[in-house]
T-cell receptor, first 112, second 112 residues
Framework: SQQGEEDPQALSIQEGENATMNCSYK?????LQWYRQNSGRGLVHLIL?????REKHSGRLRVTLDTSKKSSSLLITASRAADTASYFC????????????FGQGTILTVHP | NAGVTQTPKFRVLKTGQSMTLLCAQD?????MYWYRQDPGMGLRLIHY???????AKGEVPDGYNVSRLKKQNFLLGLESAAPSQTSVYFC???????????FGDGTRLSIL
């Protein structure tokens, strides 16, 4: 079963706009991770946020985590056409041996 | 530095045939994972390994077997392929259970 639910399923924006993707999960976690997948390729790690953290930044990416609401969001600022990809959140439980449970993903399209 | 390499990249099988997918990593990672990705369902964990000589079942292990005889290699076997196993298979590795995973580019498997 899928741990995470991502919203929206698809997002279409213009270059320069911000893109926000949301992820909700059901059980307690050790950390939550965001990955990007370009068409026909493997997943690439973006950001890992631990359960005791509330916000992390990496370049144009900002991730928030609200453990009380069991939700996370990924914000991409000043989007570029090259950001077009699928974005997945994944959760790792406390004693999970690093096993990840993925959401269904958000397909982001950035128009030039 | 190749990272995670999966072979083959594409394969078409007939129902009932067997095959082995190979995952090799050159980063000396302890943990390795096999996922499958189906349209609209994100990634689901098939089997995983926490070190050389160890394997364990994930969320969807039925119809698959794995082996980790060498630390750098994680093999996924289909003994009698079924059309329901048509999917894209991804291998991933990580040095510890609390760090991001590194993914290969996937094996696209079709079973007729």
């Amino acid at each position: 079963s899928q741990q995470g639910e991502e919203d929206p399923q698809a997002l279409s924006i213009q270059e320069g706009e911000n893109a926000t993707m949301n992820c909700s999960y059901k059980t307690s976690i050790n950390n939550l991770q965001w990955y990007r997948q370009n068409s026909g390729r493997g997943l690439v790690h973006l950001i890992l946020i631990r359960s005791n953290e509330r916000e992390k930044h990496s370049g144009r990416l900002r991730v928030t985590l609200d453990t009380s609401k069991k939700s996370s969001s990924l914000l991409i600022t000043a989007s570029r056409a090259a950001d077009t990809a699928s974005y997945f959140c994944a959760t790792a439980g406390g004693t999970s041996y690093g096993k990840l449970t993925f959401g269904q993903g958000t397909i982001l399209t950035v128009h030039p | 530095n190749a990272g995670v390499t999966q072979t083959p990249k594409f394969r078409v099988l007939k129902t009932g045939q067997s095959m082995t997918l190979l995952c090799a990593q050159d980063m000396n990672h302890e943990y390795m994972y096999w996922y499958r990705q189906d349209p609209g369902m994100g990634l689901r964990l098939i089997h995983y390994s926490v070190g050389e000589g160890t394997t364990a079942k994930g969320e969807v292990p039925d119809g698959y077997n794995v082996s980790r005889l060498k630390k750098q290699n994680f093999l996924l076997g289909l003994e009698s392929a079924a059309p329901s196993q048509t999917s894209v298979y991804f291998c991933a590795s990580t040095p510890t259970s609390n760090q991001p995973q590194h993914f290969g580019d996937g094996t696209r498997l079709s079973i007729l």
